[in-house]
């Protein structure tokens, strides 16, 4: 019977560690993968960030006069007038 009851105690004293470090590693496990979930959030934000300044340094780039098109009436009179007056 002393022997049953030694063999118990230490069969739970063994479950009781195995539940702890079980414990351990699922806190583990939760911490690591709101880390992930933070880096994804701030991977999504400094690529949002990136296409934001690509955006702005194309339009920076570009040229900022826009040709009329076919339908917009132009007086290139009034044009030759503005440049005249401007370079005076």
């Given at each position: 019977y002393d022997e049953?009851?030694?063999?118990?105690?230490?069969?739970l004293r063994?479950?009781?560690?195995?539940?702890?470090v079980n414990e351990k590693i699922s806190t583990q496990n939760k911490r690591l993968?709101?880390?992930?979930?933070?880096?994804l959030?701030?991977?999504?934000?400094?690529?949002?960030?990136?296409?934001?300044?690509?955006?702005g340094l194309i339009v920076l780039a570009s040229d900022k006069t826009?040709?009329?098109?076919?339908?917009?009436?132009?007086d290139s009179s009034l044009d030759t007038k503005a440049l005249e007056t401007e370079n005076a």
């Open positions: 049953l009851a030694v063999e118990y105690a230490n069969r063994y479950h009781q560690y195995l539940s702890a993968r709101i880390q992930r979930k933070n880096l959030l701030k991977n999504d934000e400094l690529i949002a960030a990136n296409l934001a300044k690509e955006v826009v040709s009329p098109t076919s339908n917009c009436p132009t």
